[in-house]
């Protein structure tokens, strides 16, 4: 499946988006992430968008930096893998922000095979919110990106607003 529209990039630009279509292949197709598309995560970005934006973010950052770039795609790709509308379902042990991390692991786990690292990823993206330091430099690496990407969407959305 591709992710990315066909565009004129350069010929490194097509390897990075290659390989990180490659990384994440098996989730991408599977219909419950597909689902994702469906609710509205920040502003008017779907949760889908938000999490390969958030993954393909933290998959090059974390590839230039010499990390494991496989689990930033992947467990970026999971870490709202929630399958609900937090918009209007809400949730019975806790505030959303508290408890999704735990949810979209529980997910996850169900459909995939995840290493530590991805676990860690999705678990504790909303750190300090879930309390337990992340382990791996990937996780934060996925964690920022993830706050950067949510303030991105929330300002344009604003800004699109005022506009009108």
Known sequence: MIIFKKQKFGS???LLIHTYEECIS??????D?????NYIQHGDVNCLDHCINVSYKSYLIC????LDYKSAARGGLLHDF?????HITKPKNGLHGFTHPKTALENADKRF???DREKDIIV???WPLTRSLPRYKETFVVLMVDNYCTMQEIIGYRLAQLKK
């Open 12 to 14: 490194k630009q097509n």
């Open 33 to 37: 992430v597909q689902s994702t598309r």
């Open 113 to 115: 095979s995840l290493n």
């Open 82 to 86: 929630f399958l609900y509308d937090w």
């Open 124 to 126: 504790k993206h909303m």
């Open 63 to 66: 590839r230039r930096l010499g």
């Open 26 to 31: 098996d989730l991408i197709q599977n219909k």
